[in-house]
T-cell receptor, first 113, second 115 residues
Framework: GNSVTQMEGPVTLSEEAFLTINCTYT??????LFWYVQYPGEGLQLLLK?????DKGSNKGFEATYRKETTSFHLEKGSVQVSDSAVYFC????????????FGAGTTVTVRA | GAVVSQHPSWVICKSGTSVKIECRSL??????MFWYRQFPKQSLMLMAT?????????EQGVEKDKFLINHASLTLSTLTVTSAHPEDSSFYIC???????????FGPGTRLLVL
């Protein structure tokens, strides 16, 4: 079946630090990969996505590259801000069921000023 | 646009009672709504998918008589946890799609605690 494994948190960083959240997946075929973010008190929001191997998704300074050879989709940001404090979820959908999301457990990130 | 709300945001109830959670799309008509459940430090698990005016499709292992889903309009879906027990305590999250799109817009979640 499909599964997503992401690094456990919580992660605490200082402003302007480099952030990496590791995400690996297990799926048959070629899934689409997503990163969602949940800010305090709000619903999950789509942060970025990639639909095929070697695609790079990017948004708000965050990037993630779809690596089929390592079945990974690690999230990175070069210089975080306090406003990036949130819970980040890695997720995938399989092409055959392209509306059903399989989520990782989420990683809580806290950025201190 | 594409705001989804949930009500209540948290609820505490006694064991054996039923609890209803509402999910509303505030500024769009939701083609499909989804209900997820999340245990502490675990993934969101899809419980069921519902389309307006039709019966919900439940994921394997989810008791449809326990978790009643009603999708009565294009902007409202409800999840009723019947005869709740402490093991039903969890974070319940809904999402909705708009038109023919596949992007899911998520609500803020409802935390249920059954005593």
């Amino acid at each position: 079946g499909n599964s997503v494994t992401q690094m456990e948190g919580p992660v605490t960083l200082s402003e302007e630090a480099f952030l990496t959240i590791n995400c690996t997946y297990t799926a048959t075929g070629y899934p689409s990969l997503f990163w969602y973010v949940q800010y305090p008190g709000e619903g999950l929001q789509l942060l970025l996505k990639a639909t095929k191997a070697d695609d790079k998704g990017s948004n708000k300074g965050f990037e993630a590259t779809y690596r089929k050879e390592t079945t990974s989709f690690h999230l990175e940001k070069g210089s975080v801000q306090v406003s990036d404090s949130a819970v980040y979820f890695c997720a995938l959908t399989r092409p055959i069921n392209d509306y059903k999301l399989s989520f990782g457990a989420g990683t809580t990130v806290t950025v201190r000023a | 646009g594409a705001v989804v709300s949930q009500h209540p945001s948290w609820v505490i109830c006694k064991s054996g009672t039923s609890v209803k959670i509402e999910c509303r799309s505030l500024d769009f008509q939701a083609t499909t709504m989804f209900w997820y459940r999340q245990f502490p430090k675990q993934s969101l698990m899809l419980m069921a998918t519902s389309n307006e005016g039709s019966k919900a499709t439940y994921e394997q292992g989810v008791e449809k008589d326990k978790f009643l889903i009603n999708h009565a309009s294009l902007t409202l879906s409800t999840l009723t946890v019947t005869s709740a027990h402490p093991e039903d305590s969890s974070f319940y999250i809904c999402s909705a799609t708009r038109g023919s799109g596949k992007t899911q817009y998520f609500g803020p979640g409802t935390r249920l605690l059954v005593l």
